[in-house]
């Protein structure tokens, strides 16, 4: 069963830990994530980005392969089912199809504009008991062609944003998508910590989550970030595991070739890499 990832972040930020998000490509990203949530008794959360939802036939197929898998796999720790950077179109299409949580991206409206679509999905998953992320202020890098340079966002506007009842608040403070440029200044904890006071007891979000040093993580969970979200680290690890397989020649040996196991090395690659950071979040044995 799918939930909202409302509980499960509460739990956390009161906790003084985080819970991860962990995108999804295909079948083995989804398979890698939950067995791994399972073994380490943490709790999760599926990021989708629209690109992979495209990717994997919509949102309707996404939704059956996580909900038919928690089933016959039994898992029983708390999943929750999450879009990743929706625009407003994209978060009602996935309340429609059945996701137990989404993010509705307006950082990239004005301020009044993200207020008004923001607070109208605000009534809609209250109504349906699912939980929503709001972000304010760009983040660095590219996501489904949604570029900023690091940028931090403005404290009383995540003040605005978060006082319309929204479940978390993804906010910028110089975090950036995908591999950290060499001149990267690093995360602006006076910023996070602006927002945190500001904001109370909202569960606030860190995405980016490949390549910030784990000791700047620390101090984000010790500053109020009760979710992070990795994709780019498992999609590196999963290709290196694929093409160390292939350069030494065994998909060519006797069925190397059957994609059970050829990928498999790719999917033992992302658990490995979910465990490290599951670990490095704190939220091993928080189920």
């Known amino acids: 069963m799918l939930v909202s990832a409302k509980e499960m972040l509460s739990k956390a930020k009161a906790g003084k830990y985080a819970v991860g998000q962990f995108n999804i490509n295909n079948l083995e990203w989804t398979k890698a994530i939950l067995n791994t949530a399972q073994e380490l008794n943490s709790p999760v959360i599926l990021g989708v980005s629209e690109g992979a939802g495209k990717y994997m036939c919509g949102y ?6 996580v909900k038919g ?3 016959e796999m039994g898992i029983t720790v708390p999943v929750a089912l999450h879009l990743d950077h929706g625009s407003y179109e994209g978060a009602k299409a996935c309340i429609a199809a059945g996701f137990s949580s989404v993010m509705f991206d307006g950082s990239h409206y004005p301020i009044e504009e993200n207020i008004a679509k ?3 999905l605000v009534g809609i998953c209250d109504e349906l008991g699912l939980s929503l992320e709001a972000e304010v202020g760009a983040i660095g890098g590219e996501e489904d062609g949604v570029i900023g340079s690091g940028e931090v966002a403005d404290p009383k506007e995540c003040k605005m944003i978060a006082d319309l009842g929204v479940t978390m608040l993804a906010a910028g403070i110089g975090n950036i998508h995908g591999k950290y440029p060499e001149n990267w200044a690093g995360l602006s904890f006076d910023t996070l910590d602006a927002i945190q006071q500001l904001t109370g007891t909202m569960p606030l979000v860190l995405h980016g989550g490949t390549g910030i040093p784990a000791e700047m993580i620390k101090k984000a969970i010790s500053l109020g970030v009760s979710k992070i979200n990795v994709n780019t680290e498992c999609q590196l690890a999963f290709a290196a595991a694929t093409r160390e397989y292939v350069e030494a020649g065994k998909d060519l040996q006797g069925k190397g070739f059957d994609p059970r196991k050829l990928l498999a090395p790719g999917y033992e690659a992302i658990k490995a890499t979910v465990k490290e950071k599951m670990e490095l979040f704190g939220s091993v044995g928080k189920a």
């Open 118 to 120: 923001t607070k109208e």
């Open 60 to 65: 309707k197929t996404v939704v059956g392969m």
């Open 69 to 71: 898998m928690i089933e």
